[in-house]
């Protein structure tokens, strides 16, 4: 295991590996995708897994990452293409401890489609608020890209289209969630995102909804704070009868 | 054990564990959804599990509360947040003898957009009739709040919006269904409402559906009551083969 | 078992058992929906589950059934209500041998907007061909019944309504497959019903679709009666698989 | 074993043998559908399974094909009608190493619907290109065929109809893609159509689609190929549990 992983509790390594389980199980991430944590005992460093599939990952394949995307390790694995993404939000959001990347379906056609604004349509995507932002990278990297956040400079463009957000759509690609509290936080943000983005769908078919409001958006996600072991618990549960099956 | 639970069958006890678990299984409740029976021995009380996950639920997880909130025993555990639905909807409706609130997906789009009314399109949601009543909880609660039904006059307002209907939808957040059998109708009811609700969505892309007039919806109500037990033991099979394996 | 059954050979009895637990597979039967097969001694019955889910029956569950919806043995044990789609369809239909009704949910919604047909959008749906016919059970049961075509007098407007056709939808209710070769001709017609109506609202969403021609559907039903066993093969594997685990 | 698969190494028939399973696994193949690979010691000759369920094949069930349709062997078992789709573009494409042709029902409405042209619209389906052909058998069948490539002819002007593409839609069956690095790329790419088929769908319920650039899409697509052992990986072990439980 990463030697700098030392100052990180068991507690934590665990919820991260089964962070990444669980959001294979609830169909989040396919074999792609990736989760990290913010180090606790270093701002500047998070943990995240080697490249690899999440839901093959185990404690073994933990690594430390600085903030501008080095691994902290000199015999480190290969890192995620896309560790950028976290290192940047990392840097511009003092108060982010944890970070999702997907793909997860629902999700991306509120990416592509100018007009189409990701919003929460129900209490359990409150954390969304009166909108999502979208992040086209063809601003920062023009209209020949291969579509990837594969440097310091579009991580760091995501982050500032991220803002004060707790999630920001990719054009194309996915999107990122982010968790002040915990990296069970921001599973569960994922989670439920990719839930609200198809509810908002289903809903726009039939007319035009009624959205939460700020204060109702606010009001719901601080409720879910309250109660996200109650998911967290099902989950963990359900990872743990998978891999024994 | 709750102590007020001495009262109670263990037949009855054991259809409602079955129901927190089925409901799972069925994907009408994740990690949040409750489900009550009123207690057999005493119209006053009824029966519903601390709070956790409902596919987590065992008999000693089950918990006896008044219809205004408070528990039973003394040292009773933590009671879900929105127990107020049940226990006003048993004050409001002395038939009601189960009652099942969820955030089940199809369900959820009629409740938030004005003038997309959920009806029977099909018999086996005959027990929804010509049209679903929204709850707005903005009506009750002002513009901000956290859209839970976490006091006594929420819970009344959702009462006199069910009415006399066997479902509630509740704007941005869910639905309500009871039942006046028993708790297997309750989880009969909650399964095909959600299905009703994916199928008249399907319908409605189409074109515009002939949707079952009154005494149809009536008399097919009627029909699937009367073989309810077909669909409760294949669904108690399949938990149980879940849970074993 | 019932006496009755004693003509039928035990491949068929097993192909009607793997039937039941292959259209559960499947989804096309949920608690309910019933399939049957002509008995191979006797055109004037039928053989059937008696009234359960069909994910549950054994050998010993199968009854034999006149065609007038009478059980053959005195001390048969509750049939379907709905036996009459059977016996009235095998009446009327010399060339039938099997039959599957169900609720299967992408074909509903075509059975309930008038002006929205079900035919034959890919191959493997050819059977279907150019129009399903829609059978109104108001038009014979007046406008409160239960939707139920619970006597011989439904049961022989519904066969009337199916006419030459392979398939008849049932408004509001489901659809009802037959199949001239044998049970898992059925099968296979109520599983890929169930597809193609999937596929066909799709391409509905999308523009207007290009249909098979009446002698495309018509080679293209020949070519997949020829190669049905390779799905029959695969879905026996799964069920066996299934019930063992 | 055929005996003309001596030539073949033991890691390629494991991943033709897994491909199969996996291409079952994720909804891409049911009972019907198959995948090839060219054979590494002689371009004209292809190895497929004997006509099965893909899910079921193992290595002994393996055949080889030459280019024209015809089995190596002379007691070859009864091979695909279809495998002329196979030989076909192995002809015409010197660049082609594996083919999946199947009927994945998100892309089939985008070859029904005339002017609903598939391309990609997230990062995963770059290969896809900025429009993907579609074959009308009935151009070169006429009006009446029963929509199956089961001659010569008919796969060659499927193989013309491709070109230089990765992927070739087929009106009213289904698809077919094909890899020029090896049978796991084919895979993915099988796979990642389908996803893209349901994105580009949903996206298009909501307004205009912002697709990827040719640039992009290129990009994508390199970018991917050097990831998709990742996916791979984790398909393979499911596939493996899977058939272990």
């Not at 700098?4 to 665990?14: D, N, V, W, Y």
């Not at 480190?76 to 950028?84: D, G």
């Not at 009001?219 to 072991?229: I, M, P, R």
Request: charged share 20%; aromatic share 6%; hydrophobic share 45%.
């Amino acid at each position: 295991m990463d030697a700098a992983l030392a100052g990180a509790s068991s507690e934590l390594i665990q919820d991260l590996v089964d962070a990444n389980h669980i959001l294979y199980h609830l169909g989040v991430v396919d074999g792609f995708g990736h989760v990290s944590v913010r180090h606790p005992g270093d701002p500047g460093i998070f943990i995240i897994s080697r490249s690899m599939a999440p839901a093959l990952v185990a404690a073994s394949d933990l690594m430390c990452i600085r903030l501008d995307g080095r691994p902290v390790s000199h015999n480190a694995p290969a890192p995620y293409l896309e560790r950028f993404i976290h290192g940047e939000i990392y840097r511009a959001r003092a108060d982010v401890v944890a970070v999702v990347h997907s793909h997860s379906a629902a999700i991306i056609p509120f990416g592509v489609v100018p007009g189409a604004t990701l919003r929460a349509v129900s209490h359990m995507g409150g954390f969304i608020g009166e909108s999502a932002p979208v992040f086209e990278i063809r601003e920062s990297a023009g209209p020949n890209s291969d579509m990837l956040v594969r440097n310091n400079e579009l991580g760091s463009a995501l982050a500032q289209r991220l803002g004060k957000h707790s999630i920001v759509l990719m054009r194309g690609h996915g999107s990122t969630v982010v968790g002040s509290l915990n990296v069970r936080q921001a599973v569960y943000r994922a989670v439920y995102a990719e839930l609200n983005a198809r509810l908002q769908s289903e809903a726009l078919r039939l007319g035009t909804p009624v959205y939460l409001t700020a204060g109702e958006a606010a009001g719901a996600a601080q409720a879910n704070d309250n109660q996200q072991d109650r998911a967290w618990n099902l989950w963990k549960r359900e990872v743990q009868r998978s891999s024994s099956s």
